[in-house]
């Protein structure tokens, strides 16, 4: 039977703007496929072994949430997640928990937190937020080209280093640092973005991309994701972008 383990990292503490919607999201498009799908809950003082998972997800938190499991990820289970990303785990996070894994997140207050450094990259905190619905551009693997929804709400800008390669291109919004019109990265199996809780929900091609190179990691590179319809993700995508444009709400 084809099986992945999603390990939700931090729950109890990285939880902003329905995150989680994004394991629920991972788990229904698995499922549809006929795939079993176990999620491990795995916080602060849990232990970790590189070979628990096949999708890691962090998501977002307040500044005070990343201080609290700020020491647990970096010197706890720090050099099994470093292992875990170079060995192609599949990883999603998501603003605080993507800030976790670069170098630093330097707070606006000029307080620095020492982060991971599991990918180049750093981010530094400003007074002014970044709070927006966004639209990005996603290229696909297959060479595709799709417009993702997302919602973002942040101080840090981030700043990829050397060989990390951003995930999107912005069309609307701020994405990593409001100036270079990047939005998150990605580095082998891992990705980051500023994008909250309704992210994979209404962009399927996303989460089944997820999904896929997981299952490629686990099964072998031949395995190929069946097709699923995506009616509902695509008409919450829809009416989010007709409200991006339009600034109309529309009933789903
Ligand atoms: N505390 C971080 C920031 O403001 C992340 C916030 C979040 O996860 N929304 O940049």
Known sequence: MTKLVI????????????????????IRRAQKRGID?????????????????D?????????????????????????????MIEDNIVFLTICGGYQMLGKYYQEH????????????????GKKERFINDTVYELELDDGRKVAVVGFENHSGRTYLGEGVKPFMKVIKGHGNNGEDGFEGMRYKNTFGTY???????????????????ACKRKYGEDFVLPE????????AREAALNYIENGKEQMI
């Open 55 to 83: 999708i890691g997800f962090i998501g977002g938190g307040q500044d005070s949430e990343q201080n609290i499991m700020n020491d647990d990820l970096v010197h706890v289970k720090g050099d099994t997640i470093k292992s």
């Open 7 to 26: 390990g939700h990292f931090y729950p109890d503490l990285l939880n902003l703007y329905g995150d989680r919607g994004n394991v629920l999201a991972l």
């Open 109 to 124: 207050d000029g307080n620095r937190l020492e982060c991971l450094g599991a990918i180049d990259y750093y981010t530094e």
């Open 195 to 213: 994008s909250h809780g309704s992210f994979l929900p209404k962009n399927p091609e996303v989460t089944d991309l997820l999904i896929e190179l």
């Open 37 to 53: 799908v176990e999620v491990k809950q795995i916080s602060v003082g849990d232990p970790l072994r590189s070979d628990d998972i």
């Open 228 to 235: 699923a319809e995506s009616l509902d993700e695509t008409k």
